[in-house]
């Protein structure tokens, strides 16, 4: 796809495609200069990289997040911070999936074991 097509799938102005690339977000266009082809990868971190300027990150902690071998870590609160993958980060996934296996897995690891509390209490 041309440039045209990148800023109308993306929502962004080509002042702002040339920033990405320039600064590391996007790849490069492919086939130089005068017939540049852009590709999905371009559209995915264009979106990407707008949709974490709307939740408030600076480019500096984006570049941080997307950098992140082993995933970018959230606190969600004291005690359990969860581990993103910079694939993952603002892709459009559907969260309903995720957050059933993470309540799943929450809920075995912080369940209170039964049989050890019972054992508390009963007198020796």
């Known amino acids: 796809m041309r440039i045209h097509e990148l800023m109308e799938r993306a929502g962004i102005s080509e002042r702002q495609v040339r920033y990405l690339i320039a600064e590391g977000f996007i790849p490069a266009p492919t086939g130089g200069r005068a017939n540049a082809q852009y590709g999905e990868a371009h559209v995915h971190g ?26 970018t870590p959230f606190p969600v609160i004291p005690g359990i911070t ?40 009963t007198p020796d």
């Open 46 to 71: 264009a979106r990407r990289y707008m949709r974490l300027r709307e939740l408030g990150f600076p480019p500096a902690a984006i570049r941080l997040l997307l950098s992140a071998r082993d995933g």
């Open 82 to 121: 969860l581990l993103v993958s910079p694939d993952i980060i603002a892709s459009g996934q559907p969260v309903g999936p995720a957050l059933a296996k993470i309540e799943e897995l929450l809920t075995a690891i912080l369940k209170e074991d039964v049989s050890d509390a019972q054992d508390s209490n």
